[in-house]
């Protein structure tokens, strides 16, 4: 490790473990008790949501739906973090990291709900050609609108596409291209730049057709991706089942320094599972809600609730598959493993020929993470400014992070992410503290018209003193909440908040 790899390295660590982490798990925690534990109460109502179809009021026209834009979500969230980043988690916190990824989820839930409920209240609509009809929103839009602070939304923007628009996307390639190699593929650097080329395309052909293409995109590959990885996970849970047990004791046990003999076994298991955690669902980070913003619902918790049901299946279900599939076999973790050590670990049980698959899911894992990554920063750009030469300038500089990131070593480009995505964490959870009284109040006003009977539907003056509002428009006769279907503005007044 270089020199300047080993500094950045440290101050990372310091920067997460003594600030970031405790700051998250706070604000998770007060989302929580203020919201009444919504990501737990209102569990079922995240199903019913999901299934809500995506229609723009008075045209007809179908727009990106509930599900698109948790698709677009899930596509940034699952990556190669729930393969790998599981299993050095494991190797470095012990088998109790796991458990503490999952209490991580849980509460990180209520931080999911607030930002995304936000990030939909302060939407704007696309202007831009090819975008009519579509919204975009995330953190630097609600620090514009809902605090005021324009320069802060600026800094989110910068910070959020250097990361995600254009580093993550790097690192994305590197990993594509590394477990082809490891397939037995060539190591040429012609190879390299050829499978690079061969992802620009790709990425290109799959975005640069908007919001509604990645989101068709999305829909497609990653239910795909989830399923074949799931199907290999419950092929292991099946042959290792008798496992389950010793494997769910472990992980307990291993939380709670049960068995370590080491003073400061118990708090690695919690900086790992919690910062490894925080990588994987991403519930307070501020990026999902940078798709949140994209669906076409009725009203903005909506959103929340869905992209919380995000955390729920990136952690409690993806990761849990992994961290099973590694800890039946009982492997050595005497060494930093990676998705190697998941690959050893599939291949143990159900063959070599599960290596092979692993190479299609770790490829679909980290593409579709391309995919989002891509559009966080797009959207954040044109928060920025709407020069056309700009957004060129982005496109051609995240087509070349996809060449450059196959054909290089990104190291020091990994620890410069964990600082920048730490720092996007910091600003978006200063400007969502504040700003969680008005996703409180509209999730009151959500109860109040379910307890009604009705399907809740938002405009902006039901919470009055909302300021930099620009969509959800007062009802004028042809919105409110619907008992059956058809809107009743009459009956929004019945169950008005505020």
């Not at 849980?106 to 579509?134: D, I, M, W």
């Not at 040429?188 to 995109?217: N, W, Y």
């Not at 978006?428 to 307890?451: H, K």
Request: some cysteine; hydrophobic content about 50%; overall charge positive.
């Amino acid at each position: 490790m270089s020199t300047l790899d080993a500094l950045i390295v440290e101050i990372n660590d310091h920067f997460w473990t003594y600030l970031l982490i405790p700051l998250v798990a706070i604000a998770g925690l007060w989302f929580t008790i203020r919201s009444k534990a919504v990501q737990l109460r209102l569990l079922p109502e995240m199903l019913r949501v999901l299934k809500t179809p995506a229609q723009s009021p008075g045209t007809g026209r179908r727009s990106v739906s509930a599900f698109g834009a948790f698709t677009i979500s899930a596509a940034a969230r699952i990556g190669t973090g729930n393969v790998a980043g599981v299993a050095a988690a494991i190797t470095l916190g012990g088998p109790g990291a796991v458990f503490w990824m999952w209490v991580m989820a849980l509460v990180g839930g209520a931080s999911s709900f607030v930002e995304s409920t936000l990030a939909q209240l302060y939407k704007v609509r696309n202007t831009h050609p090819g975008g009519e009809g579509t919204y975009r929103g995330g953190p630097a839009y609600y620090m514009q609108r809902g605090l005021g602070k324009r320069w802060l939304g600026v800094t989110f923007a910068v910070i959020i596409t250097l990361t995600f628009g254009w580093v993550f996307t790097a690192v994305q390639s590197n990993t594509i291209t590394t477990v082809l190699k490891s397939s037995g593929s060539s190591e040429s650097s012609s190879f390299t730049f050829v499978v690079g080329m061969a992802l620009a395309g790709l990425l290109a052909l799959s975005v640069f057709g908007g919001v509604k293409r990645i989101a068709h995109v999305t829909q497609v590959l990653v239910p795909v991706m989830a399923v074949l990885y799931l199907l290999m996970g419950l092929l292991v849970l099946a042959l290792n089942l008798s496992e389950l047990p010793s494997v769910l004791a472990s992980i307990v046990e291993g939380a709670f320094g049960l068995r370590e003999a080491a003073s400061g076994a118990i708090g690695a298991a919690i900086i790992q599972g919690v910062r490894r955690g925080m990588f994987s669902n991403e519930a307070g980070l501020g990026s999902a809600p940078n798709a949140a913003a994209t669906a076409e619902v009725s009203h903005p918790v909506k959103q929340g609730l869905v992209q919380t049901l995000g955390v729920y299946f990136d952690t409690l279900i993806v990761c849990s598959m992994t961290a099973f599939i590694i800890l039946s076999t009982n492997p050595s973790l005497s060494e930093r493993g990676g998705a190697d050590l998941t690959q050893s670990a599939l291949e143990e049980t159900l063959g070599g020929w599960a290596g092979y698959v692993l190479v299609v899911v770790v490829f679909m894992l980290a593409f579709s993470s391309m995919i989002g990554n891509y559009y966080y920063g797009e959207s954040n750009v044109r928060f920025v400014t709407g020069s056309k030469p700009v957004m060129a300038g982005y496109r051609v500089v995240i087509l070349a992070c996809t060449v450059l990131g196959a054909m290089g070593s990104v190291s020091v480009v990994w620890s410069l992410a964990d600082v920048t995505m730490g720092a996007m964490a910091l600003v978006n959870l200063l400007a969502v503290l504040p700003l969680s009284v008005i996703a409180f109040r509209l999730l009151e006003d959500y109860v109040a018209q379910r307890r009604a009977g009705l399907d809740p539907v938002f405009t902006r003056d039901r919470v009055p003193g909302l300021k930099g509002v620009e969509c959800w428009e007062p009802a004028g006769g042809t919105a409110g909440p619907r008992a059956g279907g058809d809107a009743d503005p009459s009956a929004a007044q019945d169950v008005r908040v505020g």
